[in-house]
């Protein structure tokens, strides 16, 4: 495995984590519970397509066979993605989602950070640019949670059902592979353990903060940064992919 080899695969990693967690915020549009958040639900969604855009554009940069972006994001079977298994989940309620989108946003917000000082300068200049919105991302999470927490019995209740429910997936966001112990050697990446910590402080700080227990769990699930994946991929690509699939090459 060579640097360029693993760099491509970390990259197409951060763009599809991105592009998968963008396609399912966008099913809520016009399914907000208030219309506010519809909009910044949207909005993060936007966000997301943007980080994962950069993400496939400096990939096909690495891969330099005349693939673009959008042959990244969209002509790629569901074994060829590398996404984390939290992010393809199903939405579920507006707590679920929320739920979801904390995991994530508090995972990616230290990784982000920490990439900041990568020797590679386009990794750096994208995270860079990502972090200020991912950091949005996690601030808001976070406030609909401890509101959820001390709400009502109901709202504590979804809460807590969707983080006994998604915690399972967690480990898998810090799995790490070959491709990993190349870039770490070569200063571009860092060992997911030290963003561990940063995600676990900042998971305790907003559970204790909206009444959340870390539930215990012996079915924890992983696989994504090796392309293994639940069910729920292919059903969500066949859609995402649906229109560049029946009309190749097509372009706006």
């Known amino acids: 495995m060579n640097t360029q080899e693993a760099l491509l695969n970390f990259c197409l990693r951060l763009a599809d984590n991105n592009m998968i967690a963008a396609q399912r915020l966008a099913e809520w549009c016009s399914r907000g519970p208030i219309l506010e958040e519809d909009l910044a639900l949207t909005n993060i969604s936007l966000d997301l ?22 042959d990244l994001a969209f002509l790629r079977s569901e074994r060829e993605y590398f996404n984390n298994l939290l992010v393809e989940q199903p939405n579920g309620d507006f707590a679920f989602s929320t739920m979801k989108q904390f995991l994530y946003a508090a995972f990616a917000k230290p990784l982000y950070e920490a990439l900041q000082a990568s020797k590679d300068e386009t990794l750096k200049g994208i995270t860079s640019k990502a ?29 807590q059902t ?52 870390i539930p215990e769990t012996n079915n924890i699930i992983t696989g994504g940064c090796n392309a293994i994946h639940s069910e729920h991929l292919g059903v969500m690509l066949c859609e995402m992919q649906y229109l560049q699939r029946a009309h190749p090459g097509a372009q706006w």
Request: a negative charge; charged letters at 25%; hydrophobic letters at 40%.
């Open 49 to 70: 397509f943007g980080q994962a855009e950069n993400f496939y554009e400096y990939a096909a940069t690495l891969q330099n066979n005349g693939k673009t972006a959008d």
């Open 131 to 159: 972090v200020k919105e991912i950091k949005y991302h996690l601030r808001h999470s976070s406030e609909w949670l401890v509101r959820f927490g001390n709400g009502t019995e109901e709202s504590l209740k979804r809460s």
């Open 162 to 213: 969707a983080l006994n429910e998604l915690w399972r997936y967690t480990d898998d966001m810090f799995l790490m592979n070959d491709n990993d112990k190349a870039l770490i050697e070569a200063g571009i990446s860092i060992d997911l353990n030290t963003v561990k910590a940063s995600f676990m402080a900042t998971v305790n700080e907003i559970f204790k903060a909206a009444h959340l227990s």
